[in-house]
């Protein structure tokens, strides 16, 4: 049974508008929450994370929220670049035995 | 700096042969992690290991073994390749992070596995 889930297979977002990628999580155990980028032909590689005990992250253009209650995370990258096109993991990890799980992943894709 | 090695990048299999994926990393991470990338179902979690000499079942542990000899490495092996293994396999490796530092997991480049 799927954990972390992202139900949005694909995103198009026009160059400099921002982009909104969502994820819910179903295990209350998870403590902290992560995000990746992945190209074609490459592995995934870290973007941002965010503890489960804070609400927002922001790194430069990426920011992360995270509504416990709802059991649902976002990531909103502002302003959209052709450069962030790829699939985006959201991920949730457990302490107990640092495993990380996974959803389904999200193709955004930036319209120059 | 390698970080996360994965060897080989591609392969092709015909049912019943078995293989070896090796991973290395250059990082001194305790947890080291398998996971296969199938279409629409993300990246699932096959094996795990929480240091040298352990290994545990993942999400997808069937037909998949593992071994963590050194702490620099971890192995998969499949025993007898079946179609349904075809897929993507990626390695990881990882601190147990605390506090904001050190959470994340480093992929490796993954290795393409297709068992005809």
């Known amino acids: 049974d799927q954990q972390v889930k992202q139900n949005s297979p694909s995103l198009s977002v026009q160059e400099g508008r921002i982009s909104i990628l969502n994820c819910d999580y179903t295990?209350?155990?998870?403590?902290?929450f992560l995000w990746y980028k992945k190209y074609p032909a490459e592995g995934p590689t870290f973007l941002i994370s965010?503890?489960?005990?804070?609400d927002k992250n922001e790194d430069g253009r990426f920011t992360v929220f995270l509504n416990k209650s709802a059991k649902h995370l976002s990531l909103h990258i502002v302003p959209s670049q052709p450069g962030d096109s790829a699939v985006y993991f959201c991920a949730a990890r457990r302490y107990t035995g640092n495993q990380f799980y996974f959803g389904t992943g999200t193709s955004l894709t930036v319209i120059p | 700096n390698a970080g996360v090695t994965q060897t080989p990048k591609f392969r092709v299999l015909k049912t019943g042969q078995s293989m070896t994926l090796l991973c290395a990393q250059d990082?001194?991470?305790?947890?080291m992690y398998w996971y296969r990338q199938d279409p629409g179902m993300g990246l699932r979690l096959i094996h795990y290991?929480?240091?040298?000499?352990?290994?545990a079942k993942g999400e997808v542990p069937d037909g998949y073994n593992v071994s963590r000899l050194k702490k620099q490495n971890f192995l998969l092996g499949l025993e007898s390749a079946a179609p349904s293994q075809t897929s993507v396999y990626f390695c990881a490796s990882s601190h147990l992070g605390q506090g904001t530092k050190n959470t994340e997991a480093f992929f490796g480049q993954g290795t393409r596995l297709t068992v005809v």
């Open positions: 290991s929480v240091g040298e000499g352990t290994t």
């Open positions: 965010i503890s489960s005990i804070k």
């Open positions: 990082m001194n991470h305790e947890y």
């Open positions: 295990n209350s155990m998870f403590d902290y």
